[in-house]
């Protein structure tokens, strides 16, 4: 959601924590600030992207070997000076930033307004910054952390927070619920950051805070408590990311970089996991529940956004060659009802962070109802990897753009692969079929790359319709939730309203939206659906609609059927997502950059979702 940068050392703090807030800038970039100690506490912020800190500050005097940092994506007040981060307590003893959503700000504030308390801003935060300095002004005996101890203890709601006392000079305090923070080991100096992209050019040494640890960092060290003051052992992990791949190349955009990488990201996903002669696929991470799963006469799939439609395609496969009832739920929805879960039930976790808020709501309340709980994400370390009982690492690599790609493609080649697996365990899947298929899987890639060839071509349909105001996206089968993905890209960067629907459903409504300024975008790759496709295709043409298909390379009928056709290579039904989504997401691409829009950090969005 929001994005945290700190540094505790002996180098000049300021260049390590602007550069860590450009790292962090997918996160959110409405507004951003940096605290800096050195003798006296500045603070500086700005509305905008940190490129606008970073010249504001350089037009000032600045220094400092200790500071933190902040890059928003705004929840109470809108994005101004004012409610950028870090926020002072009123007396100037705290500055804090922080992650997450105060829930309970509304009576702490009146309670602190009791107390002569005033506020600067509309956000939460600075409550949690004045609620500690209360704390800390009641008595002598209260230390800072002590008081940073106290005031959460106070707080309902989700928090990841770095905090500065000025009394106290030498001292960064962390602490997390709910919303990620790791601190990086170097020599001598310490790291703090929302996830790992902005330290891993520092360290290779982490240590992940749990839900409602504490960390006091100093130079000789630091230390980890929880809220109720009780000792907590450090564990250190191993930070593996290439700070080469935080960065654009030869892109414009890190969204276009992330569509290319596509081809590369499939294979990372699938290499070691199918043995070479195409006898089996080898998922490790699942060895230890696969027998449960095995014994499971329910799945539930639960996933937000992206996530959700990756399960979509999860549903289908796993139903046609498992033979395993699935249900797929958002999360957000999930975490609110009484869901029916026992033991004999499996839950599946999708989420690129592994960090979203309701999918991780979901997670405790799958394990405390006894499913047996399956993670699938793409973060090492994140909450979701630690606290699910199993899972299975997609391996796409960080990704930057706020709209996902290959994240959903590697998701869909996990989903794809567990459910092959677990149809081939069952026998519900001959050997020879069930071979076929993963040699296919293994040329997925080639054809990948193919498609990207057509991108110029994209670009000239873009061009066509990067007026239009409304989009409709059909698709049917294991590609209606391509379709939808499909329209979440169109509305998540080019703000155009778009919808996707299953094709057969558009003479229940939407056909009544057809005229010849509406753009239908069918993906209609020869499969079993294709006849009934057709059909659809004409039923629009025939109410003057302009028709984009997605087509099987060599379909002369639709290529004349159509208004534009992009072709992609022939394959089998079951991996027509992995293909069929990657000129879509060129499509929304190039709209978008010609209306103009920021397609790696559109409006109104942040990467990860770590509030409600």
């Not at 992207?49 to 890059?71: D, P, R, S």
Request: hydrophobic fraction near 40%; proline fraction near 3%.
């Amino acid at each position: 959601m929001c994005g945290i940068v700190g540094y505790l050392g002996e180098k000049d703090a300021f260049p390590i924590l602007i550069n860590g807030l450009k790292r962090l800038e997918y996160r959110g970039y409405d507004s951003s600030g940096i605290a800096l100690l050195n003798g006296t506490l500045d603070v500086f912020k700005k509305k905008g992207k940190v490129a606008e800190l970073e010249n504001f500050v350089l037009g000032q005097k600045y220094g400092g070997n200790i500071g933190i940092g902040h890059t928003r994506w705004a929840t109470h007040g809108e994005p101004s000076d004012e409610n950028a981060h870090p926020h002072n307590s009123m007396n100037g003893i705290f500055t804090v930033v922080h992650n997450g959503i105060i829930e309970n700000y509304s009576s702490l504030k009146e309670d602190l307004v009791k107390q002569s308390y005033v506020f600067q801003s509309e956000t939460d935060t600075e409550v949690l910054a004045n609620l500690i300095e209360f704390f800390y002004e009641q008595d002598s005996e209260i230390n800072a952390e002590s008081a940073v101890q106290l005031a959460l203890s106070k707080v309902v709601g989700a928090y990841g927070i770095a905090v500065l006392c000025k009394n106290e000079k030498n001292k960064i305090i962390a602490a997390r619920k709910g919303s990620p923070l790791v601190i990086g080991i170097g020599n001598g100096e310490y790291y703090i950051a929302s996830d790992a992209s902005p330290i891993a050019e520092f360290t290779s040494q982490v240590v992940y805070l749990n839900d409602e640890d504490i960390a006091i960092i100093q130079k000789d060290g630091f230390t980890l408590k929880n809220v109720r003051n009780n000792p907590v052992s450090l564990k250190l992990s191993n930070l593996d990311l290439d700070v080469g791949k935080l960065d654009k190349g030869e892109f414009e955009h890190f969204m276009l970089k992330e569509i290319y990488e596509q081809p590369k990201t499939i294979e990372e996903t699938f290499r070691g996991r199918l043995k070479s002669d195409y006898s089996e696929i080898v998922l490790g991470g699942l060895l230890n529940v696969f027998p449960k799963v095995l014994e499971a006469q329910r799945i539930i799939i639960i996933g937000c956004g992206t996530s959700w439609h990756a399960a979509l395609i999860g549903e289908y496969l796993i139903e046609e060659y498992a033979q395993v009832s699935v249900e797929v739920e958002y999360a957000s929805e999930f975490r609110y009802r009484k869901p029916v879960l026992g033991k004999n039930d499996v839950v599946i976790l999708i989420s690129q962070s592994g960090e979203t808020a309701d999918t991780l709501a979901a997670l405790h309340l799958a394990k405390e109802k006894g499913a047996t709980v399956i993670g699938i994400c793409n973060v090492v370390g994140s909450t979701l990897a630690r606290e699910t009982e199993a899972g299975v690492y997609t391996h796409a690599g960080l990704e930057i753009g706020v709209a996902s790609t290959k994240a959903f493609t590697a998701q869909v080649t996990v989903l794809t692969m567990f459910a092959l697996k677990l149809a081939r365990a069952k026998e519900t899947i001959e050997l020879d079929e069930y071979q076929a298929l993963l040699q296919e899987l293994s040329t997925i890639p080639e054809k990948g790359r193919i498609i990207l060839q057509n991108n110029e071509k994209i670009k000239l349909i873009a061009e066509k319709y990067k007026d239009v105001i409304n989009a409709l996206y059909l698709g049917r089968g294991i590609l209606f939730p391509v379709a939808l993905e499909g329209a979440l890209k169109l509305k998540e960067i080019s703000y155009i309203h778009a919808e996707g629907y299953a094709a057969g459903e558009m003479k229940h409504g939407p056909i009544a939206l057809v005229d010849d300024n509406l753009p239908v975008i069918v993906v209609a790759p020869r499969d079993e659906y294709y006849e009934k496709i057709v059909s659809n295709i004409q039923e629009v043409k025939a109410r003057k609609g302009n028709v984009i298909a997605i087509v099987t390379e060599g379909d002369k009928r639709l290529i004349e059927l159509a208004n534009d056709c992009i072709e992609i290579p022939n394959s089998h039904p079951v991996f027509a997502p992995l293909l069929a989504v990657i000129p879509l997401q060129l499509l929304a691409y190039h709209i978008a950059l010609l209306r103009g829009c920021d397609v790696d950090q559109p409006r109104n969005l942040a990467k990860s979702v770590t509030v409600e």
